[in-house]
């Protein structure tokens, strides 16, 4: 059934020939882009590889283009200009076929506020020709279980609490069970200890074998819970690939702990290290091509008292900043 058909396999592209390496990534993409109509280029030339297995975060500032490419991932939108496929299968074209085998939660989930949480979830159980009528009600109080929505269940979901409307579109995307759950921006709206429980949530559906494609402009909640990420920014693709190797590929930052900052910074500088920067006692920057250990021994010959001298590792952040030059907008 998951074959594709001879009329989606004849295209030029290596992964259609090879079906093997199309079915090992969940998601691929191929110069996917899309301008709308007002003109604005909101995705442009994306190439994206999600292997299967993986929990996968899109990570991104504001605008950058991650719920337009879910929505075309998703068979919601045409893109203007080249191919997606989803579970080794063309987009939008395989929409029907793929569809059923995909939970999503896209941006503010649609619900009828004057239903209770757990009729939302019957009557959106109801519209999927695909899901057992006889298990629905089992089916549903397991989901409303998962995401922590039981003892709310039959309140009515306008006076639901964004987080709680969070909630109920993820346990909508949990209803079956899903070869790939996609996720935009899940912890959106919910406080601290919620946005733990989501994350402790993807974790335990990663480990039963679900492929997770999540959306977030949150670097540290990628950083914690993914296996693997795409940076994004402006519409374009800066990297992907496992979170270890691409936060590897950074450099870290020089740390120098001394109690004269500013003839360490002085001679920090005179040493090539760049974008020097201090506060209180301690001196960082970016490493120079040079041995370290002469960068130590000129502190030293300066007179500068130096307390600790470490080579930090770096993270996802310093990736995202080295690739990209900007900063991070963290409070979205
Ligand atoms: N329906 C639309 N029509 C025109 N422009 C849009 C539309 N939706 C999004 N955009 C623009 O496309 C860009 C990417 O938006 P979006 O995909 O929502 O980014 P993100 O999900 O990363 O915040 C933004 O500049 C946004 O203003
Ligand atoms: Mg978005």
Redesign the pocket.
């Known amino acids: 059934m998951d074959e594709p058909s001879a009329r989606e396999r004849d295209s030029g592209d290596a992964a259609e020939r090879d079906p093997q390496d199309a079915r090992a990534h969940v998601i691929a993409t191929r110069g996917l882009t899309k301008r709308?109509?007002?003109g604005?280029l909101?995705?442009d030339g994306l190439d994206l590889t999600v292997p299967a297995g993986s929990v996968f975060g899109f990570l991104?500032?504001?605008?950058?283009?991650?719920?337009?490419?879910?929505?075309m991932l998703m068979g919601l939108i045409e893109p203007t200009s080249g191919t997606a496929r989803v579970l080794g299968r063309p987009m939008p074209r395989a929409t029907r076929a793929v569809l059923p085998q995909v939970g999503a939660l896209i941006?503010g989930p649609a619900l009828y506020g004057f239903l209770s949480g757990r009729d939302n979830l019957l009557r959106y159980d109801a519209a999927d020709p695909t899901a057992d009528p006889r298990t629905r009600r089992a089916r549903v109080a397991a989901a409303l279980d998962r995401v922590g929505l039981a003892a709310a269940a039959g309140k009515k979901a306008r006076a639901y609490s964004l987080g709680m409307k969070q909630r109920l579109g993820l346990a909508a995307a949990l209803l079956q069970p899903r070869r790939l759950l996609v996720l935009?921006?899940p912890t959106n709206g919910l406080d601290p200890q919620g946005m733990r429980e989501i994350r402790a949530l993807i974790r335990e559906l990663a480990s039963d074998g679900t492929t997770v494609f999540l959306?977030s402009?949150l670097l540290d909640e990628i950083e914690q819970v993914c296996t693997h990420a795409a940076v994004?920014t402006q519409?374009r693709l800066v990297t992907q690939g496992a979170v270890a190797d691409l936060a590897a590929g950074a450099r870290g930052r020089l740390a120098v702990t001394t109690p004269d900052p500013g003839e360490a910074a002085r001679v920090l500088k005179e040493q090539g290290v760049g974008d020097v920067t201090v506060d209180g006692d301690r001196v960082t920057g970016e490493p120079p091509a040079q041995d370290l250990a002469e960068v130590n021994a000129a502190l030293v010959a300066a007179g500068v008292r130096v307390r600790g001298f470490t080579l930090e590792q770096a993270s996802l952040e310093d990736a995202f900043v080295a690739l990209t030059g900007e900063g991070f907008d963290v409070a979205g």
């Open positions: 709308y109509r007002g604005q909101a995705v991104g500032p504001n605008g950058s283009g991650k719920t337009t490419t879910i929505r941006e935009d921006e959306s402009h994004m519409g």
